[in-house]
């Protein structure tokens, strides 16, 4: 791991990096990050044409289909086809699951999606009934697997990446070769604005299913009930907030509550921005997705009838708090910079290529 790390990468390598949305900040975001490193990075929107001459396609998320991203690359002139670099930051199915099953439900997942852009007549009319079509609007984490599979097996996809070290174990273990990178904290995303921290407790970020919902619902009530000054930025009670004003009010929040959509997710993604912008980050109970945090050492967990009563603790014991906000934000300077994930990833690629010469 050391000497990916620590590789020297060449200036001057093209990267084109896919846009899922409109002034995608994420995208943005990595573009900064990969010019930091000596790269050009060439922004895409994802259904579009991948710009000409580049020599990596760096995808991620994914926000919507992928497959056809791979597929228009594999068309490429092999001499001038571009290695493709994935980092997931999407769920996998339950993992109570057996990894069999997953298997299985992801390949049939990822088959339907196919239908929907597939050349054959037959997959068009399949794909135009609705019990059909609506299946593809749904189980999108089998999805995500199958379709890693599939183009793993295809050759469409050269390096696979995971901001979870359990789902990257998970998926090497079943046959696709899997690089743990965690997200890290970049550049564009924090800051020391100097601010007064205002807001006792913030949360930001869609609801995203009834179980986060619920809970958000609960907590925040008993921290209303106790005269706390909250700030809930879900796009009901209050706008969501991205780019600068994010970071403004990470910077006046005390306090940031993390909740899972499931009880086995991987929210330490969301760690990172409120870490590098010292906020204390209270959450319920994780799973060890990223190893680098430490329980109680760069952030608090607890019991979620217990959340409430230890946000309150933290509150009313500021060197605590203000010493485990330290242990965070020293973690993202050190270990957790964004850049240490993206040498890592290119470093893999850049072993296939090593390897895809030597077979040649």
Not at 4 to 16: I, P, S, T
Not at 51 to 69: A, Q
Not at 221 to 231: I, P, Q
Request: proline share 4%; hydrophobic share 35%; net charge positive.
């Amino acid at each position: 791991m050391a000497d990916q790390e620590n590789v020297v990468l060449r200036d001057g390598y093209r990267v084109a990096v896919p846009e899922w949305v409109e002034d995608d900040g994420i995208a943005k975001m990595i573009g900064f990050e990969l010019e930091q490193l000596g790269y050009n990075p060439v922004p895409f929107f994802f259904d579009r044409n991948i710009p000409e001459d580049v020599d990596y396609l760096l995808t991620f998320g994914p926000y919507n289909r992928i497959l056809p991203i791979w597929q228009n690359n594999a068309r490429i002139t092999p001499s001038r086809r571009p290695v493709v670099i994935h980092w997931n930051t999407e769920g996998m199915p339950d993992l109570r699951i057996p990894p069999k099953i997953i298997r299985t439900l992801g390949a049939m997942r990822s088959k339907i999606g196919r239908m929907g852009y597939s050349g054959s007549t037959f997959d068009h009319f399949l794909y135009s009934l609705r019990p059909v079509s609506h299946i593809d609007q749904s189980f999108k984490r089998y999805r995500y697997h199958g379709d890693y599979e599939y183009a793993y097996r295809k050759g469409w996809l050269h390096v696979l990446s995971d901001t979870s070290q359990i789902y990257s174990q998970i998926r090497t273990k079943i046959g696709i070769p899997t690089l743990y990178a965690p997200w890290g904290a970049s550049q564009r995303w924090y800051g020391d604005l100097g601010l007064e921290r205002d807001i006792d407790v913030l949360w930001i970020g869609k609801r995203g299913s009834q179980r986060r919902s619920r809970i958000l619902d609960r907590v925040f009530k008993e921290l209303r009930l106790k005269g706390l000054n909250v700030y809930i930025g879900d796009n009901e009670e209050h706008p969501f907030v991205f780019g600068q004003e994010r970071t403004r009010h990470l910077n006046r929040a005390k306090i940031t509550l993390n909740i899972t959509r499931t009880w086995y997710d991987d929210n330490f993604s969301r760690f990172t921005m409120a870490c590098s912008n010292r906020s204390l980050v209270v959450s319920e109970h994780l799973l060890p997705h990223c190893t680098e945090f430490k329980e109680n050492v760069n952030y608090v967990s607890a019991k979620i009838e217990d959340l409430a009563n230890t946000i309150v603790y933290y509150l009313e014991h500021e060197e605590e708090r203000k010493q485990i906000v330290d242990n965070a934000f020293e973690l993202m300077m050190s270990e957790l910079r964004f850049e240490k994930s993206l040498r890592k990833m290119f470093a893999a690629a850049q072993q296939h290529i090593t390897r895809a010469s030597i077979r040649d």
